[in-house]
């Protein structure tokens, strides 16, 4: 595959689908991003608690989770759990996911990588809508043995059915040395999900792909992922985007759309994003999912999944999905109305060190800029 950068947006007139609807077109729009919050140590996601607090949610990578609130950022933390945690490179407190009745239950839930460099899924509680959670209340759900210390994955989040996914990297080094991701008898490379409510330490949803089959892990609902970073459902279709993080040739974006059943393979490492890789020529790929989505490496170095923005501050933004290259600093984006595959639009070139993107409680979206310690808000109007 010949490699071409992304189209830079130029102006032009708002798209009509075939049912005449307006549709989004992210050539169409300026992107901008405004600091709302700095003064973090290596910030790697901003969200929120679905409580009606309205407060952003910033997860350091050293490990720890701190507030802010009407533009003002608490001075304790949340959570700390810093004597627990491995931080540097690809491993610390990568991933925060609060439970859909967190109001009421308090529970939420973290992936870190231990003092052992190994993954760990646990759940702490935070009552009575409390500001601080209680380090004492810690359950480990999930512990994963890293072989290597890069490729952890991290994304934690709920999905549209009340079940936590959780993505895990191929277990790190390069090429997947171990063939984690076409694997099915281990957990590494792959799209877990459990059902948190029921089960000791968790239980496996009925409709979960490969439960009893024999070899087969059964939490996985999909595999072939080599580190998928940053993962979102869409909150109005619930189809889910994954941003998968490339080899050395290309950085994709995938996407399952809702309602369809587990067991997707999205082919890593037979294939990187859309060529062959093991075998380099003439690799089989029937049965894979190709990418919505890929740019060359070279032009970053690792994609950002990010989210389709559902807010309403900004209604050119409304309905584009968009996602970063951390290293290159670009904000990208799609029109999830196209079926692809699609060349992703550069909407932004930035200095920032985007690490993640976020949503507030309203479906307003944000970054976080791992340098510089900041968090952002994506913003934009036509052009």
């Not at 077109?25 to 991003?33: F, H, Q, Y």
Request: charged share 20%.
């Amino acid at each position: 595959m010949a490699e071409r950068s992304p189209a830079s947006p130029s102006p032009a007139a708002t798209r009509l689908s075939p049912a005449g609807e307006e549709r989004f077109d992210p050539r169409a729009i300026r992107l901008r991003l405004r600091a709302v919050a700095a003064g973090f140590t290596a910030p790697l996601l901003v969200t929120h608690a679905g409580d009606g607090s309205g407060r952003l949610f910033v997860v350091e990578q050293v490990g720890r989770i701190r507030t802010v609130g009407e533009g003002e950022t608490e001075p304790q933390p949340f959570l700390d759990i810093a004597s627990l945690v491995t931080a540097g490179g690809e491993q610390g407190l990568l991933g925060l996911a609060f439970h859909p009745q967190f109001e009421s239950n308090g529970r939420f839930f973290v992936n870190y990588t231990d003092r052992s460099g190994d993954t760990v899924v646990a759940e702490y509680r935070a009552p009575g809508g409390s500001d601080r959670a209680e380090p004492g209340s810690a359950r480990v759900l999930l512990r994963i043995d890293q072989p290597f210390s890069n490729h952890n994955g991290g994304a934690l989040v709920f999905g549209p059915d009340g079940f936590l996914y959780i993505a895990t990297g191929d277990g790190g080094s390069g090429g997947d040395p171990m063939g984690n991701g076409q694997r099915l008898d281990t957990l590494l490379g792959k799209l877990l999900r459990i059902d948190v409510d029921r089960g000791r330490p968790y239980g496996i949803p009925e409709d979960n792909p490969f439960l009893g089959r024999s070899g087969a892990r059964p939490e996985i609902w999909a595999y072939g992922l080599r580190n998928p970073w940053r993962l979102s459902f869409d909150r109005e279709t619930g189809d889910l985007w994954i941003g998968d993080v490339g080899q050395g040739a290309l950085e994709e974006i995938d996407r399952a759309r809702a309602g369809r059943p587990g067991g997707l393979n999205y082919g890593w490492n037979v294939m990187e994003g859309t060529d062959c890789f093991s075998p380099p020529e003439g690799c089989d790929g029937e049965g894979l999912v190709r990418p919505v989505a890929v740019y060359p490496t070279g032009l970053g170095c690792a994609v950002v999944g990010g989210h389709v923005y559902r807010g309403s501050q900004f209604p050119a933004l409304r309905g584009g999905y968009f996602f970063a290259d951390f290293c290159a600093g670009v904000i990208f984006a799609l029109d999830p109305n196209d079926p692809g595959p699609q060349e992703p639009v550069i909407v932004l070139r930035s200095n920032h060190a985007i690490s993640s993107f976020g949503e507030d409680e309203e479906g307003e979206l944000y970054v976080t800029d791992l340098r510089s310690g900041e968090v952002l808000q994506v913003t934009g109007e036509p052009r």
